[in-house]
């Protein structure tokens, strides 16, 4: 019903930047909140950053002043710019989207997931 691809994972150096991707695709009338979650080796997933549909933020303490999530509602994609990369942000970066599909019913979907790898 509804796909999410993510896209723009890779290796950095600690001290760089990334650029995620999201784009949501298939039966969507509407989408609510989108997210950025992300789960390292041995860890349990956890939330990164949020946005609504009307461009509210949040964002986990470990990341605020460093990444930016923002929208293109047009184009029902998400991205998360991140700077100032450290080794501990090393994880697979999943993109979640609150849905509302053609028939109206609304459900989570996530994305199959992207590497970042930081090095130091």
């Known amino acids: 019903q509804v796909q999410l691809v993510e896209s723009g994972g890779g290796l950095v150096q600690a001290g760089g930047s990334l650029r995620l991707s999201c784009a949501a695709s298939?039966?969507?009338?509407?989408?609510?909140?989108m997210a950025w979650y992300r789960q390292a080796p041995g860890k349990q997933r956890e939330l990164v950053a949020t946005?609504?549909?009307?461009?509210?933020?949040n964002y986990a303490v470990s990341v605020k002043g460093r990444f930016s999530i923002s929208r293109d509602n047009a184009k029902n994609t998400v991205y998360l710019q991140m700077n100032s990369l450290k080794p501990e942000d090393t994880a697979v970066y999943y993109c979640?989207?609150?849905?509302?599909?053609?028939?109206?019913?609304?459900?989570?979907?996530w994305g199959q997931g992207t590497q970042v790898t930081v090095s130091s």
């Open positions: 979640n989207a609150n849905v509302q599909i053609m028939s109206r019913s609304t459900g989570f979907f």
């Open positions: 298939g039966s969507i009338f509407r989408i609510n909140s």
């Open positions: 946005i609504a549909n009307y461009g509210i933020t």
